[in-house]
């Protein structure tokens, strides 16, 4: 039998996803810009990820700026791998808050059940099951203990962290495997559909009724049945709007790349006193490294098999009912990021890091092709009410770290006199990206995922959420593409 074709753009996380499941019914081709090279074991190792973004020139990742309003230029990476940012993100995998997707699942007609289904076909907790996107709850060390009883003794419970709706404080789930941290790539165990890598889709080819019929990348054209756009917000947003620029696109202006968000994330820096039994051993001491590396290389559990991020909780800061800010520990340091004008929190003595995400900003912003330049701007804290619920997270973190048993590690908060004299200076001057952009697709598309007024163009990733489930975004990528997959393989299969 001649099965019908699928082109997918993009082989990042939603892209992955959508293949393997489309491969039961058609003939899927993925096209994917980037090379899968020889991605390195040390990689492979949860930590060790971090020390990518320090390398310059970096043939594994490509860095963006977002420009601040005080000037200062934030990095923003974008994976050169198939398997797309979920190669190289941090990891850490929250499903999100149920009240959340609701509207979500509404807008393109599923089902809880739909979501549910999706998650049990695709994640497993503590067990290595081929094909699915292996999670585990992080170790816990006694930074981890403390910061849980802390949290306890002023009244948050001990919850499950992957769905909770109410104040909770828990470990975090990550994504590994016995040895390495894994990703959507996990699926291609049962891969039957076809990547063609390193070859860009610059152009969406259309027939004379306005069907998608195939695409042109940089070296040849495809055809096809139907074309899946899944570039990632950035990569969704600019082969669009590039287009559209021909004056006669098939593509229309439909708020492409309007109303972007991230997560902005901000960190309350501790200096420790006393030597951790924590990644900082990793960062700290060369033998200590190369012991706890052939310890993890032979599956005897190490802080390696996490991320760095272990504990966290869930607050409703504002007390209007709605859980609004996630704290996390991180029990490692990133040089370059913490610090003001550029300076670098010191990770030679021994420290750990509050970090703080609040869960569902209002900033957004946009991507824009003007005059042949690409602008990714997601505004962050444009809007008072982000800078407020900072601010509060801020008093909060310092408040949690003065009471014990926390307090019993605290050597010195790291510029506690900034913090609490001029928060929004420490805000303005010390906030990163958190890597999770969304958005920019969302009021283009049909509850069907298609691009409005183009027959036969589907668009899911990232770009298509016009809300945050979650206080991370992978899986909810994960299970929207799957959910996508199974709607499209009923309705076209
Ligand atoms: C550094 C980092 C850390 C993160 N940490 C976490 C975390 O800990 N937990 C969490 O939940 N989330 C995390 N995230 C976020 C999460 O990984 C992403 O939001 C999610 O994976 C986005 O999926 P996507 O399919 O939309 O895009 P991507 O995975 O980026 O996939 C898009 C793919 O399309 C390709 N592409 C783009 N344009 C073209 C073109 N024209 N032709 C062909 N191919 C093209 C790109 O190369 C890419 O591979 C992190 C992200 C980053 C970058």
Same mark, same amino acid.
């Given at each position: 039998m001649n099965q019908k074709k699928v082109i997918i753009i993009g082989g990042g996380t939603a892209g992955i996803v959508i293949a393997n499941r489309l491969q039961e019914k058609f003939a899927v081709t993925v096209?994917?810009?980037?090379?899968?090279?020889?991605?390195?074991?040390?990689?492979? @190792?949860?930590? /060790?990820?971090?020390?990518?973004?320090?390398?310059?020139?970096?043939?594994?990742? !490509?860095?963006?700026?977002?420009?601040?309003?005080?000037?200062?230029?934030?990095?923003?990476?974008?994976?050169?791998?198939? %398997?797309? &940012?979920?190669? /190289?993100?941090?990891?850490? !995998?929250?499903?999100?808050?149920?009240?959340?997707?609701?509207?979500?699942?509404?807008?393109?007609?599923?089902?809880?059940?739909?979501?549910?289904?999706? +998650?049990?076909?695709?994640?497993?907790?503590?067990?290595? @099951?081929?094909?699915?996107?292996?999670?585990?709850?992080?170790?816990?060390?006694?930074?981890?203990?403390?910061?849980?009883?802390?949290?306890?003794?002023?009244g948050i419970p001990l919850d499950n962290m992957s769905v909770s709706e109410k104040e909770a404080c828990g470990p975090i789930f990550n994504t590994v495997r016995t040895f390495f941290r894994t990703s959507v790539l996990s699926v291609l165990g049962k891969k039957k559909f076809k990547t063609i890598l390193n070859e860009k889709v610059e152009r969406i080819l259309f027939d004379e009724n306005g069907n998608a019929k195939g695409v042109k990348t940089n070296r040849s054209t495809y055809d096809s049945d139907f074309v899946i756009l899944s570039a990632g917000v950035i990569g969704s947003c600019s082969l669009l709007l590039q287009q559209q620029l021909d004056p006669n696109s098939q593509i229309k202006d439909l708020h492409i790349g309007k109303e972007i968000q991230d997560h902005t994330n901000l960190r309350v820096n501790v200096f420790a006193n006393h030597p951790l039994n924590s990644?900082?051993?990793?960062?700290?001491?060369?033998?200590?490294?190369?012991?706890?590396?052939?310890? +993890?290389?032979? %599956?005897?559990?190490?802080?390696?098999?996490?991320?760095?991020?272990?504990?966290? &909780?869930?607050?409703?800061?504002?007390?209007?009912?709605?859980?609004?800010?996630?704290?996390?520990?991180?029990?490692?340091?990133?040089?370059?990021? +913490?610090?003001?004008? %550029?300076?670098?929190?010191?990770?030679?003595?021994?420290?750990?890091?509050?970090?703080?995400?609040?869960? !569902?900003?209002?900033?957004?912003?946009?991507?824009?092709?003007?005059?042949?330049?690409?602008?990714?701007?997601?505004?962050?804290?444009?809007?008072?009410?982000?800078?407020?619920?900072?601010?509060?997270?801020?008093?909060?973190c310092i408040e949690l770290l003065k009471s014990p048993p926390i307090w019993d590690h605290v050597k010195e908060i790291d510029q506690l006199d900034l913090m609490e004299k001029d928060p929004d200076k420490y805000i303005q001057e010390t906030m990163y990206s958190g890597h999770h952009l969304i958005g920019g697709l969302h009021n283009s598309i049909t509850s069907d995922f298609e691009l409005k007024d183009c027959k036969g163009l589907y668009v899911c990733d990232a770009s298509v959420f016009d809300r945050f489930v979650a206080s991370n975004i992978h899986s909810s990528v994960v299970l929207l593409a799957d959910m996508f997959a199974k709607k499209f393989l009923i309705k076209q299969g």
């Open positions: 096209f994917e810009k980037s090379e899968y090279k020889a991605y390195p074991l040390l990689y492979r @190792v949860p930590l /060790m990820i971090g020390i990518l973004f320090r390398r310059k020139n970096s043939e594994y990742v !490509h860095k963006t700026e977002f420009d601040l309003a005080n000037g200062r230029k934030i990095p923003f990476y974008q994976s050169n791998l198939l %398997g797309g &940012a979920s190669v /190289m993100n941090g990891a850490v !995998h929250v499903f999100g808050f149920l009240s959340k997707w609701i509207p979500i699942l509404k807008r393109f007609g599923f089902e809880v059940s739909d979501l549910n289904e999706s +998650h049990e076909l695709l994640y497993s907790e503590n067990k290595v @099951v081929k094909s699915k996107i292996t999670i585990k709850k992080a170790p816990l060390n006694y930074i981890d203990n403390s910061f849980l009883e802390t949290l306890k003794s002023r990644l900082n051993e990793v960062y700290a001491s060369f033998w200590k490294k190369m012991f706890l590396g052939i310890k +993890h290389f032979l %599956g005897i559990p190490t802080v390696m098999r996490g991320t760095g991020a272990t504990s966290a &909780a869930y607050l409703d800061l504002d007390r209007d009912g709605e859980i609004d800010t996630r704290i996390q520990i991180l029990q490692f340091s990133e040089s370059g990021r +913490h610090g003001s004008k %550029g300076s670098v929190f010191n990770t030679s003595e021994p420290s750990f890091s509050i970090s703080i995400n609040a869960i !569902h900003p209002l900033s957004k912003g946009y991507v824009s092709f003007n005059n042949g330049e690409l602008k990714v701007d997601p505004k962050f804290l444009s809007t008072e009410s982000d800078v407020t619920l900072l601010k509060l997270a801020i008093k909060y």
